[in-house]
């Protein structure tokens, strides 16, 4: 995971750590999601998934959800610049992106909310998202993260 981590982190043009966290989000988001039994089964032979993915401070959806809903921002340029700050929050970003991909904010929305809390600028989430599938991929396999994606049909659409 390391490795992927320093490779997106120098595509991106991003730390490290707050690609580690955003990478984090999104896997735990995943997981959630997906249901931790499939998840386990799809990509639980990829090595370090098991360590990366232990327990963090306010790790997962709903840490990372907890600070796009009202949690303090400590990151300014990240998604709180995007958003004005907290007060706007997931509605706010959800009826923005609305106009411009219809039925598809929504699934934006999920998306963002799974890595807001990171500090990973707004513009670099899907980048990202599409780096790490492609990397699971990679690891676990095209069928068993399709498999995977299956039971998360709104993310599987979004990163097409």
Request: charged share 15%; aromatic share 4%.
């Amino acid at each position: 995971m390391q490795q992927f981590i320093q490779m997106a982190a120098e595509q991106l043009g991003a730390s490290p750590d707050v690609t580690s966290d955003a990478t984090h989000g999104l896997l735990s988001g995943l997981r959630e999601q997906a249901g931790a039994g499939s998840f386990d089964s799809a990509l639980g032979a990829i090595p370090g998934l098991s360590d990366f993915l232990a327990p963090k401070e306010e790790a997962g959806l709903g840490g990372m959800l907890g600070g796009l809903l009202g949690g303090k921002k400590e990151e300014a340029g990240g998604l709180g610049g995007l958003l004005g700050g907290s007060s706007g929050g997931f509605g706010g970003l959800a009826a923005a992106a609305g106009g411009l991909l219809g039925g598809d904010a929504d699934n934006l929305g999920a998306l963002i909310g799974m890595v807001s809390g990171s500090g990973l600028d707004a513009g670099k989430i899907m980048p990202l998202a599409k780096m790490l599938m492609t990397f699971l991929k990679s690891e676990a396999g095209e069928d068993a993260v399709s498999g995977l994606l299956g039971k998360v049909p709104e993310l599987a659409k979004l990163l097409g």
